[in-house]
């Protein structure tokens, strides 16, 4: 929200230029700009609850399995440790999935920061 401030401050032409498209008819110019303010205020929440909803899931998982894992440890040992590997398997996974998250979420960031200062 600081950074579209900033934006129309530094820049008001540009920052106001992102709101409405080149074009557009006078009876939809209110409406599209109510849209598009509200569209911008909305894009870092989105970020936000997306990078935590998929790093969320596969924690969720993680705890499921290593539930079952310890769960079954007395009753079935072999199926035990066939779970605990796949509890291992998947941890290398979710480490790849949070890398990866990190990267897409400063990109898209950072595209987000550039369009508005």
């Excluded at 080149?22 to 870092?44: A, D, K, Q």
């Excluded at 998929?54 to 072999?78: C, D, E, K, R, S």
């Amino acid at each position: 929200m600081a950074t579209v401030i900033i934006g129309m401050r530094n820049q008001p032409t540009h920052a106001l230029g992102h709101l409405l498209p080149e074009g557009t008819p006078p009876l939809l110019i209110p409406v599209l700009i109510i849209i598009e303010t509200i569209s911008l205020f909305i894009r870092p929440l989105a970020l936000g609850v997306r990078l935590t909803a998929n790093l969320t899931a596969g924690h969720l998982l993680i705890q499921l399995i290593a539930t079952a894992a310890f769960v079954l440890l007395p009753l079935i040992p072999t199926v035990a440790v066939l779970t605990a590997v796949v509890l291992f398997l998947l941890t290398l996974l979710e480490v790849a999935v949070a890398i990866i998250q990190a990267y897409v979420f400063v990109l898209l960031l950072s595209l987000y920061l550039q369009e508005n200062v």
